[in-house]
């Protein structure tokens, strides 16, 4: 009997763990650390896996397994309301742009944006990756948070607007680099 | 005066949350608004240095910890069990080699099939795309503008938001060179007329040029980037199609 229910389930499984790179990143988005996005993969992954059956449609997945995995975070906010690293990654970020080169080579772009998503409120962070790293649409990222779409939507908007800033900001403190095309 | 495009709908229109008629109404409107089409582009490159910002996170320590952790013995066995894992595995691959389905990247709309398509994500995305040329070929350059105009009018039609590159290196920076190219009137209106269009040539090609003492002016519209390969693998790793032309 066993045997039967585990060949039934099967097929389920492997879909689970294949997410795992996708919701890794989006967790590295949210928190900027690769262990605590690493434990948060794989708390949902495990969730998700108890929880299978209360999946309806197999298409929905991702946006089911991104769902618990924002409980997960939630959670974990809750439980470190204490932990507050926001001081670093603005130490972060002004150190990098003075150099020169900041913001012109790859690396560097690579390294400000993350410091500026870092910087921004929580709520906007998770808006923004959910967005921009997996292409959710607005209607599904409202599902997966909670949240009305008119809030996805002013969240979006004003983290984008901050990002722009702050990478404005960024940009020049660097000198001026006549030949490299920022993309910007 | 028409009245102010919202941050919000901007937003929406690059995440394409727009329906066609919606679209192409604000695609119009920025063809005539040089600022509506400034904050559009703004918009779309903070998305694309998001993607690009977040393309590899970095891999968390515990992995590696976890991985060497496993004291020796059971190491071997894992790495016997490994082998037979990836013994079956390949032998299973072997058998159904005929079954695979082609797996080489879907070409956006109708693309010459002589020309080299390649995109990192499973199906290629047509609104991304970038067409490079290297060579001066006079038949090639018209081949890449007229490919160019092909996608920028297909997506207008369907009331798809296109961003499409031409990205030039090698002797193909002629096309792009103020006196050299012979389609620089063509390239200039193309560059009015569609916004999301950008002419991007070679610094390195450009630095080579000089090198022999030929003195490269760029065409108005075009832009230098630091090397056209650089380019190129940024944007793969955005999510974007490449085409050779």
């Known amino acids: 009997m066993t045997m039967i229910t585990r060949f ?68 974990h906010l809750r439980s470190r309301r204490d932990f507050d690293d926001v001081d670093d990654l603005q130490d972060t970020l002004e150190s990098r742009a003075d150099s020169p080169e900041a913001c012109c080579n790859r690396e560097q772009v690579v390294a400000c944006v993350r410091a500026a998503v870092a910087r921004l409120p929580q709520g906007q962070r998770q808006v923004l990756a959910l967005v921009d790293l997996e292409e959710f649409s607005y209607a599904e990222v409202a599902g997966i948070l909670d949240i009305p779409v008119g809030t996805v939507m002013s969240r979006l908007s004003r983290a984008r607007a901050s990002l722009k800033n702050m990478l404005d900001t960024a940009t020049q403190q660097a000198a001026a680099q006549p030949l490299l095309r920022r993309v910007k | 005066m028409r009245s102010f495009v919202s941050d919000e709908s901007l937003n929406a229109f690059i995440d394409g949350e727009f329906d066609v008629a919606e679209s ?30 977040y393309a590899e996170p970095p891999v968390a320590q515990g992995w590696v910890e976890r991985a060497a ?30 079954l695979e389905p082609q797996t080489a990247a879907v070409v956006p709309a109708v693309v010459k099939s002589d020309y080299q398509t390649v995109s990192l994500a499973r199906v290629a995305d047509p609104n991304r795309v970038m067409l490079h040329i290297d060579s001066a070929a006079p ?79 760029l065409l108005p519209t075009a832009k230098a980037a630091p090397t056209a390969l650089g380019q190129i693998v940024t944007r793969l790793q955005q999510g974007w199609t490449y085409v050779r032309v």
């Not at chain 2, 192409?24 to 998001?50: K, W, Y």
């Open chain 1, 8 to 75: 039934l389930m099967g097929p389920l499984r492997p879909g689970i763990e294949a997410l795992r790179p996708v919701l890794y990143r989006i967790a590295y988005a949210w928190c900027h650390d690769p262990a605590l996005a690493d434990d948060l993969v794989q708390e949902t992954l495990s969730k998700a896996w108890v929880r299978r059956a209360q999946l309806r449609e197999e298409a929905a997945l991702k946006a089911w397994m991104v769902a618990i995995m924002n409980h997960c975070w939630l959670d």
């Open chain 2, 24 to 53: 192409e109404s604000l695609i119009a409107r920025m063809r005539d608004d040089p600022d509506l089409a400034q904050r559009v582009g703004t918009l779309r490159s903070l998305q694309s240095m998001v993607r690009l910002a």
């Open chain 2, 69 to 98: 952790a496993v004291p020796p013995r059971q190491f071997m066995q894992r790495c016997a069990f490994g082998c037979l894992i990836l013994l079956a595995g390949l032998s299973g691959g072997w058998a159904l080699r005929s």
């Open chain 2, 139 to 217: 038949a090639k350059m018209k081949a890449v503008l007229d490919q160019a105009e092909f996608f920028l009018d297909q997506a207008e039609r369907q009331g798809r938001s296109i961003q499409l590159e031409v990205i030039a290196n090698s002797h193909g920076l002629s096309l792009l060179r103020a006196g050299v190219s012979p389609y620089a009137d063509r390239i200039a209106r193309m560059g009015k007329r569609h916004a999301s269009l950008q002419f991007i040539a070679c610094s390195q090609s450009i630095a080579r040029f000089s090198h022999e003492g030929q003195v490269v002016v």
